[in-house]
Structure formats: C-alpha cells, structure tokens
C-alpha cells in the first residue's frame, strides 16, 4: 500500500496548527493511518500543562463512541442473545407507557434504534447533558412520555436517546452495566488500553474542555458515566481511535493486517472470518448504509450519505465508501474517517465546544486519499479503489491476447452471446483497427494504468505513440468469468 508522503503530511499538519493559531480550540491533535496501524500524527497547542498534545493524549471522543456501542450489541446478537429486530419493550419495560405516534405504528426495533430509524426527533442538545442520569432516570423520561418525528421505521434522524436505549439493551442481555460490557468484550480485547468510560482511569494526561466567553476560554467540567454514556461517553487517543479505524477498514481488506500486535492478526478463528469481538462479515455490517440520510440533513454535503449501525458511510465517486463519525460535547469534538477501499484514514481531535474538527479531518483525508492516488499514477499504476476478482484478471489477459491477436471463434469463447448481437464482430475488428491507428496503440503493451469500480469490472490503458488506447471489460454474472461488455477506445494526446 502506497502510503503519503512527507510533504501532505506537512500539510495536514499545518492545517491543525492553523486552528489553534485563529482560536478555534486551545489544542488539536491529529493521526493518520492505514491498515497496518498509525501512519504519522501531530499535535497543536497547550494540552493544559504546557506540553502540546501527542497521540497518547487523551479527549473525550463523544459520538465516536456509538460504533463501540454498536459493536457490543452486535457481538451479543451474534452470540445469539438477542435479535435486531427484537422490540426495545422486551429488554426496557418502561418504554411499554410511551404513546406511539400513530395506531398502526410498530415498536421501535434493535434495529430501528441501530440505524438511527425508530422516529424519535435529533437530539443533540438536550442529550449531551443527560450522560450522568441513572437507568431509573430513564425510565421516567420515558414513562412520561416520547415525541415522535416519525413513524418508527420510516425515516432517519440522529438520535441519542436511541443509543442510550441500546445501552440499557447491551446492560439487560448481559447482566452487566454497559461501560463494563464494552469495557470487556470490546475494547480491552482489541488492547484499546487507553479508551475508557471514565477520566479518572485514563493512563495518558487528559485534556480540559473549554468554551469560548468573550475572548477568554472557560473550562467545564467533565460529567461521570451513566445512563446515556453509551452515545458519547468515551475518552480515548489518537493512537487507540486510529487502531480502532484500522481495526473496522481491516474488514474489507480480506485478510489481518500484518503489524505486531493488532488485534485482527492475533485473533483468527478456524474459518478465517472471527478477529476480536467481531467477525469480518459483521464488521463490514456494520459499514453498510442501512438508512439514507436527507440531504437537508447535511447541509454542504456533496457525497450520497447514510447510516449503518454506529457509523455514516458516504459514497465517494473516486474512491467509492468512506466510512466514519463525528463526536460532538461540550468542551469536545472529535472526528474519525476511512476509505474502506484504501484503509486510509484521519482521526482528530480538539477540546473546544462547536470546534467541528470534522472539516479538517476531512479536508485532511481528502488530502492524504488524493496523495496517495498521485503516487500511484506517478508509479505507472493506478490503485484500483476494489479488489479486482481472479475471473476478471483471467478475462483481462484473454482480452489482451485477442485484441493483439484477433480471431471471431475465440473471441466467442470468451464473450456472451450478447457481444457480437450487439455489435457484431466484423463492426468491432474495423473499430479496433481505427483506434489502433489513431494513437499508434501497441496491442501486446504492458497496460499503463488501470481503475475498477467492481471486482467484475476493469479498464486499463495501453500505451500509443499518440496517445493511449483504453480497453474496458465487465463480466457476466456466470460463474465462467465471461465477457457482457467490451469496449475499445482511443484517447489521442492532446494537441
């Protein structure tokens, strides 16, 4: 994997000192990575004892929290302990008094209060400042009744009182407070020794949040665990947050990153699918847009977005998913982000109220994902954002062979009926010859460049002394590796 180089690193670091020095938080704290662990990381400003902050400083990372909340309940629904589409009644008897917003509407499910989908309205406010209520708190905030937005199951909206309801599910299976559950089944077992539930177990120095009054910083307190700690409550690093990005984009890599140490290397079940609490096939689950948020949702956004269990996955047009989540409390922010074609992700953090380090996190991925693509056009090969399928190589060097070699009986051999039915082979060996000359193409060339979209799909360039000839296939959905789609175009040199 090409990793970025110096100079973008210079320059995401930059952009995290630019913040301290226009007053957007009294520190910032940054770390990029792949699947092989933390790649580099850097810190800004005064972590309040006159030392700028590393990787092992610790912040409240707020909602990043919800994918370890997610992920707890998850492994218990694997164990079989639980169903997602289990009514929230079964584990929470108190929400039986709450009116739903229509005769007809369902329970809010496991599921709905996963996928942010159960109808409750967004709750950010209001919910940051519930962390320390007590389960019998909950309770009667819900036995004094819900406001809905929605019929549960119809549409999403950020919910926090949802997570802290699966909180109290993940409590209830386990016969165990929450913070301890997750504690114990996810993130000791992954050696995220130094991400906790409360500050006063923190190993590293913990940061003071701050608020901004007038032209002074004001620090707030820092409540303890309770009832909603599972939609926010975490302290962590940037060393742990990047082992846990790591650690959920590994999933669709296919095999453990090889780095001493982590987890997914460690931990391998028989049938090469189980690496730490989670299996790969449940992790990538868990990165899947299960509910499409509105784009009204996201102001400024340009990317298609939803929502999977902990987790927002947008769809990128170059790089395809990048998964990731925001943490936002006051005193706090904190953002992390990956490509799951690349692994390549950014973690930051800030101890400010409102900082949104999520533009820089992002502006800063962006960055390194763009580095990273340049390197491997400069090496003479672009990284295919998929892992392109052994049956699509195999179409790949058959194609090769014919266009170099061109004969219509094996050409059949290779393609679907539908090929020559949709332009029949005597139309596509005088198109091949035209663009052949057109840029002086050499047809038995190594390719040049390539792209996929699909493990199905590749296009690759041949190099022409006047330019490129591009040649795109897609397979057929049969198990032969058959050729439904191919095109052969020229691309001249500009003049």
């Given at each position: 994997?090409t990793r970025?180089s110096p100079?973008?690193?210079?320059v ?6 630019q913040?301290?020095?226009d ?7 940054w ?7 933390l790649?580099?990381?850097?810190g800004?400003?005064?972590r ?6 590393d990787?092992?400083t610790?912040?409240?990372?707020a ?17 079989g302990?639980?169903s997602?589409?289990?009514p ?6 108190a ?12 329970v ?7 996928t942010?989908?159960?109808?409750f309205p967004?709750d ?7 962390e320390?209520?007590s ?6 905030v ?10 549960p ?17 993940v ?21 995220l020794d130094?991400?906790v ?15 901004r ?6 620090a707030?307190?820092?409540p303890?665990p ?6 926010g ?13 790591s650690?959920?984009?590994a ?5 453990a ?6 987890p ?9 699918d189980?690496a ?5 096939a ?11 948020i509105?784009?009204e949702a ?5 990317r298609?977005?939803?929502y ?17 989540h925001?943490?936002?409390y ?6 992390m ?5 690349t692994?390549?992700g950014v973690?930051?953090f800030?101890?400010a ?16 994902l ?7 056009d ?19 060097a ?23 039915m949709?332009?029949?082979?005597d ?10 000359e057109?840029?002086g ?8 460049a390539?792209?996929s ?6 296009r690759?360039w041949?190099?022409g002394?006047r330019?490129r000839?591009r ?23 500009p003049?």
């Amino acid at each position: 994997m090409t990793r970025p180089s110096p100079a973008v690193i210079d320059v995401v670091d930059a952009l995290h000192r630019q913040r301290v020095a226009d007053g957007i938080a009294p520190s910032s704290v940054w770390g990029v990575f792949d699947r092989d662990g933390l790649v580099a990381s850097g810190g800004a400003g005064d972590r309040g004892d006159g030392t700028v902050p590393d990787a092992d400083t610790v912040y409240r990372i707020a909602s990043c929290t919800k994918s370890v909340t997610a992920t707890t309940l998850l492994g218990l629904v694997g164990d079989g302990l639980l169903s997602l589409d289990d009514p929230v009644t079964d584990f929470v008897p108190a929400f039986r008094s709450v009116v739903l917003p229509t005769a007809d509407s369902p329970v809010p499910t496991v599921r709905m209060l996963l996928t942010m989908s159960a109808g409750f309205p967004t709750d950010d406010p209001w919910g940051d400042r519930q962390e320390s209520i007590s389960d019998d708190d909950l309770d009667d905030v819900l036995r004094a009744g819900l406001l809905f937005d929605s019929v549960p199951g119809t549409r999403f909206a950020y919910s926090n009182l949802g997570y802290a309801l699966l909180g109290r599910v993940v409590a209830v299976i386990a016969g165990a407070p929450f913070t301890a559950v997750a504690t114990d089944r996810v993130l000791r077992p992954l050696g995220l020794d130094d991400t906790v539930f409360a500050a006063r177990d923190a190993r590293g120095h913990v940061v003071t949040g701050y608020r901004r009054h007038g032209s002074e910083w004001e620090a707030l307190t820092t409540p303890g665990p309770g009832a909603f700690s599972p939609i926010g409550g975490l302290f962590s690093t940037v060393r742990d947050l990047a082992r846990w990005g790591s650690w959920l984009a590994a999933a669709f890599e296919g095999t453990a990153p090889p780095f001493p140490g982590h987890p997914a290397a460690a931990d391998t079940a028989a049938d090469g699918d189980q690496a730490g609490p989670l299996g790969t096939a449940e992790r990538r689950a868990m990165q899947q847009a299960m509910r499409m948020i509105p784009a009204e949702a996201l102001p400024g956004s340009t990317r298609a977005t939803g929502y999977g269990s902990g987790l927002f996955v947008e769809h990128d047009p170059v790089v395809g998913s990048i998964v990731s989540h925001s943490g936002g409390y006051p005193g706090f922010s904190a953002h992390m982000r990956w490509s799951v074609s690349t692994g390549i992700g950014v973690v930051a953090f800030e101890n400010a109220t409102q900082a949104k380090v999520s533009a820089a996190a992002a502006q800063a991925h962006d960055l390194v994902l763009a580095d990273v693509r340049s390197a491997g056009d400069a090496a003479g090969t672009r990284v295919p954002p998929t892992t392109v399928s052994p049956e699509t190589r195999a179409a790949q060097a058959a194609v090769q062979g014919l266009l170099a070699d061109w004969d219509d009986e094996r050409a059949a051999t290779i393609c679907t009926p539908n090929v020559p039915m949709d332009v029949p082979w005597d139309r596509r060996r005088a198109a091949l010859a035209t663009a052949v000359e057109a840029v002086g193409a050499d047809l038995r060339a190594t390719p040049v460049a390539e792209e996929s979209s699909t493990p199905t799909h590749l296009r690759w360039w041949l190099p022409g002394e006047r330019g490129r000839l591009r040649v795109e296939i897609r397979l057929a959905p049969l198990a032969a590796g058959l050729v439904q789609t191919l095109t052969v175009r020229a691309e001249p040199t500009p003049v």
